[in-house]
């Protein structure tokens, strides 16, 4: 089982910016397929963006294209989502999602491929 722990989020002006940390820790062999997601009140939970677990190979949700952008650093074992431009409907709470294996560009958003979640990090966006 993986392990993981989301950090910073927070409340920002819109047009601000915010860069989400994800440490995983635990069972994390490689290949680690990894992703970030969020939820609004009342809404679906949807994917942002995501490593398929082919090195650097990543995919993100076509809607967000362009605002977001997912890192890692794996000394540290930390992915990130840097989110610039922010708008008030980002605000929600931003998951960071892994499973062992691979995905691939198209099925990286998929949430049924994941099995360890975090408990969620709130962005919240002002106007």
């Known amino acids: 089982q993986v392990q993981l722990i989301e950090s910073g989020g927070g409340l920002v002006q819109a047009g601000g910016s915010l860069r989400l940390a994800c440490v995983h820790s635990?069972?994390?062999?490689?290949?680690?397929?990894m992703g970030w997601f969020r939820q609004a009140p009342g809404k679906e939970r949807e994917f942002v963006a995501g490593?398929?677990?082919?090195?650097?190979?990543?995919g993100y949700a076509e809607s967000l294209k362009g605002r977001f952008t997912i890192t890692k650093d794996n000394a540290k074992n930390t992915v990130y989502l840097q989110i610039d431009n922010l708008k008030p409907e980002d605000s929600a709470v931003y998951y960071c999602?892994?499973?062992?294996?691979?995905?691939?560009?198209?099925?990286?958003?998929?949430?049924?491929?994941?099995?360890?979640w975090g408990q969620g990090t709130q962005v919240t966006v002002s106007s």
């Open positions: 635990g069972r994390t062999s490689r290949p680690l397929r």
């Open positions: 490593f398929t677990g082919f090195g650097n190979s990543t």
């Open positions: 999602a892994a499973a062992p294996g691979f995905a691939t560009v198209r099925s990286v958003g998929d949430r049924r491929l994941y099995n360890s």
